[in-house]
């Protein structure tokens, strides 16, 4: 992908793009203006002591639509709200007067203390809704704005936060689900993460970045933390004279300009992880360009730099100093969802569970906390493949923790279709959404499961779904086996319904690459697990021995594809 952005015209000034580096600090657009006049983080204090006392109401537009997101609060869709009218609506039209809370969990790491504490406040203030994000957050519905306080009494009691949950700033750190207990683990990034998070997260000198900025760190020689996606990521690396360390990549996202990360060649080690996390982060709030939402994401930068000249800067004008060089890590197509039964280091084991998309709930939380104590445990994570892992369980407690699990509907023991799919809020809940995902993912898993499962022992490789309700692939669309992009589509009847773009044979790690689309190739929701079964069968029917299901799409002809 190359980047549009114009520097300059022949005979004319420079376009201003609002990069602060260059002393351009004049506000080019709306959201600059609110960020300027007062910093998002302040918006806490008048939901504590003025909306939550007046109400939705007395919200005023730019802290309902701006400041709010950077306490981890979005307005919800309003009910009833047909996708085909998303586009043509304004914010006020679309939401209902209730929201979207998002409890940031850096890392993925909770403790059960934690997790009942979550489970207890979306009983009792969320209509018991909770669904597990693929950026390893727990996302509440049906909040209202009068028991903020509450909540978030309860949540940083326990030591949880909201804090930049979204908004332009650093969000959600994510972290390898199992740092710290895996037996395969290079080095454990446990401590980078933690300081990144007490030193940065809330610190007003990151609260104005141009857009929003994701991190992901990881000390595994898998995915499990889709490190190329991410504006920033560490992975783990062995360098030959420094040993274990990590590798440093930058400018990574997806969205509707999807672009992967590149290696910068520095080789990090984990002290100075965070120093290096806030180098990286202060380039971007200086240089990122403010002037268009739609251009000012990392990647955009990093197309018109290149990486010699990020990591120059990067060296020369904030850490003063110049980088080690390090090696590559070694690409693998393990995506490490961390799914089944699995050796500790400790001799203990770590179990990893699938609910159905993501969509969990209250009860349920709070069940997976009673259930991990009644097992002594006390900790649990959650992937960036919307799973959950209960950790440090006895080997003889094994059996009773998976019959427990299946109880709460999480799957240790998933189908290849249950474990892979993935899908974002959709339509349900989404003012950006256009077609419904959670309910259609669902259906077309248990179709699939049901119509598939004489050829379920051969599929020896993972099949990943994405499931998206837009065009912003929350859910990942362009890195998936199938990744299906929400829009309305004509059925056979001429009508307009809902229905995806079919993208096929993204991949991330080994051979990664954004999947290829087929000239026309659109399905209905309804039709969608009749798709999605005939492309499996001939990928079954026609792929070479061990052959990935993203490397038989990429060479298959377009008629295997329809």
Known sequence: ??????????????????????????????????????????????????????????????????????????TQRKPGIDGGRTGSLEPHELEDKFFMLRVRVDGGALTTEQLRTIGEVSTEFARDTADITDRQNIQLHWVRVEDMPAIWGRLEAVGLLTTEACGDCPRVILGSPVAGIALDEIVDPTPAIEEIQRRYIGDPAFSNLPRKFKTAITGMPTNDVVHEINDVAFTAV??????????????????????????????????????????????????????????????????????????????????????????APQPVSDPGDHVGVHSQRDGNKYIGAA????????????????????????????????KVLVLDVPEADVEPVVEGLLGLGLDPRPSVFRRHTIACTGIEYCKLAIVETKAVATHAVTELERRLADIADTLDSPISLHVNGCPNSCARIQVGDIGLKGQIVTDDDGQQVPGFQVHL?????????????????????????????????????????????????????????A
């Open 1 to 74: 992908m190359t980047a549009t952005i114009p520097t300059s015209r022949p005979g004319r000034a420079p376009v201003p793009q609002g990069q602060w580096a260059l002393g351009d600090r004049t506000p080019l657009n709306a959201n600059e203006r609110f960020k300027a006049e007062d910093d998002a983080l302040n918006v806490r204090a008048r939901i504590e002591q003025v909306y939550s006392r007046e109400g939705f109401d007395a919200i005023t537009d730019d802290d309902l639509h701006g400041r709010f997101r950077w306490w981890g609060l979005y």
């Open 505 to 561: 044979g993204g991949a991330l790690g080994l051979d990664p690459g954004f999947g290829r689309k087929v000239r026309g190739l659109k399905v209905t929701a309804e039709e969608l697990p009749d798709y999605v079964e005939r492309v499996v069968r001939r990928y079954a029917a026609e792929r070479e021995p061990h052959e990935r299901f993203a490397t038989w799409a990429v060479r298959a002809d377009e008629e295997a594809l």
């Open 238 to 327: 062995v360098h030959p004279e420094h040993g274990p360390g990590f590798d440093l990549w930058v400018g990574g996202g997806l969205s509707t300009n999807p672009r992967l990360a590149v290696r910068l060649g520095a080789w990090v080690p984990l002290d100075e992880v965070p120093d290096v996390w806030a180098g990286v982060t202060s380039v971007f709030r200086d240089y990122g360009y403010r002037k268009l939402r739609h251009k000012a994401r990392l990647k955009f930068l990093l197309a018109d730099w290149g990486p010699e000249r990020f990591r120059e800067v990067l060296e020369t004008e904030y850490l003063k100093r110049p980088l080690l060089d390090g090696p």
């Open 355 to 386: 609910p159905m998309v993501g969509r969990v709930s209250g009860e349920l939380l709070s069940g997976l906390a009673d259930l991990a104590e009644a097992h002594g445990s006390r900790r649990v994570r959650l992937t960036p493949h919307q």
